[in-house]
């Protein structure tokens, strides 16, 4: 009976620690604005034409780089892009799979909503959705972003093996849209350049760390393998390697190597991550950094979200958070 109990308080103490974690970030209430997809796409590409002079200028500018809205060059782009049959195809396929955006908008908008309670100084964007004819996934601006939806058609749609190697079709489902959008804006208004001390692979491990922990926090009902861009197998791999990574990073004193073809090997996309088995997905440290952030928000309570997205130094975030494996 004396030991039961022992295993009984054990239980209760562990379910109040669980409960205690989640307590801190839970954030109470419920949006009070619905955000709202800006359907550019359709406007676009059925009348040539978009009321919104600020997303008209940012999508000729920087998405599709054609020059002003305004310009002749803009005007020949225009009559060319919405009679190739191929950004048709597209196009009439975007419109199938994306036909409302209901359950995206209820995602972005719970997402955005914790973040603004995390961060309270950090403004929500006006959405938008192009199509880019396979351009950058997510695209953002001062109070703006905006989804290439040509880009999550689903890893197995046909017109990407044209385009993409299959390493890089993973990424290109639907449900990766809110993740990625939402990181996006973060990354944008906490820039690595602002924001990394120095550039070494740790410093940039803990960046990527920091933003793939912020969207998980925000966007808790999705699937971690999601937040990160990889297959379940692939988040698999590096929750089994964990420490096999760390070690071979440890050996090959790479941890603090500045050498930007090194940390590229290790934070781009690539078949695999190099120095590592080929069986392992590229990018596959970016869970280490994930890691190490996550234990040292457990490690230490009283930082706020805030606090963490400003804390540049990340030899101090290493050590505080008593990552070893």
Not at 140 to 157: C, E, H, N, R, V
Not at 158 to 174: K, N
Not at 241 to 253: I, K, N, P, V
Not at 309 to 314: A, G, R
Request: hydrophobic share 40%; net charge negative.
């Amino acid at each position: 009976m004396k030991r039961q109990m022992i295993v009984l308080s054990g239980l209760l103490l562990c379910i109040l620690f669980v409960g205690c974690k989640r307590d801190r970030f839970r954030i109470k209430g419920e949006p009070k604005t619905w955000m709202q997809v800006v359907r550019f796409d359709q406007a676009f590409h059925e009348t040539g034409r978009f009321e919104d002079t600020a997303f008209l200028e940012l999508y000729a500018n920087d998405i599709m780089q054609i020059g002003a809205s305004n310009s002749l060059s803009f005007y020949k782009f225009l009559e060319m892009f919405r009679n190739d049959p191929d950004i048709q195809q597209i196009y009439d396929d975007c419109q199938v799979r994306f036909e409302e955006l209901s359950a995206l908008e209820a995602q972005l908008s719970w997402g955005f909503y914790r973040l603004s309670a995390f961060v309270p100084s950090m403004p929500a964007p006006s959405i938008y959705a192009h199509i880019s004819g396979m351009g950058s996934s997510i695209v953002t601006a001062p109070g703006m972003a905006s989804i290439s939806l040509d880009k999550y058609l689903g890893s197995s749609y046909a017109l990407y093996a044209s385009f993409f190697e299959p390493y890089q079709v993973v990424r290109m489902r639907p449900e990766g849209i809110a993740p990625d959008l939402l990181q996006a804006w973060v990354r944008s208004e906490y820039p690595t350049e602002r924001y990394l001390q120095n550039n070494r692979l740790l410093d940039f491990l803990i960046y990527e760390g920091k933003m793939h922990f912020v969207t998980h926090l925000c966007l808790p009902e999705i699937p971690l393998h999601y937040v990160f861009g990889f297959t379940e197998d692939q988040l698999n791999w590096c929750k089994v390697h964990e420490a096999t990574m760390w070690e071979t990073l440890l050996e090959q004193q790479h941890l603090y190597t500045t050498d930007p073809a090194t940390i590229g090997h290790y934070i781009h996309e690539a078949p695999y991550t190099r120095y590592f088995p080929e069986t392992s997905p590229g990018r596959a440290t970016l869970w280490i950094g994930y890691q190490i952030v996550q234990k040292y928000m457990e490690k230490n309570k009283k930082v706020t979200i805030e606090d963490l997205l400003f804390h540049s130094s990340t030899t101090s975030i290493l050590t505080a958070s008593g990552y070893q494996r």
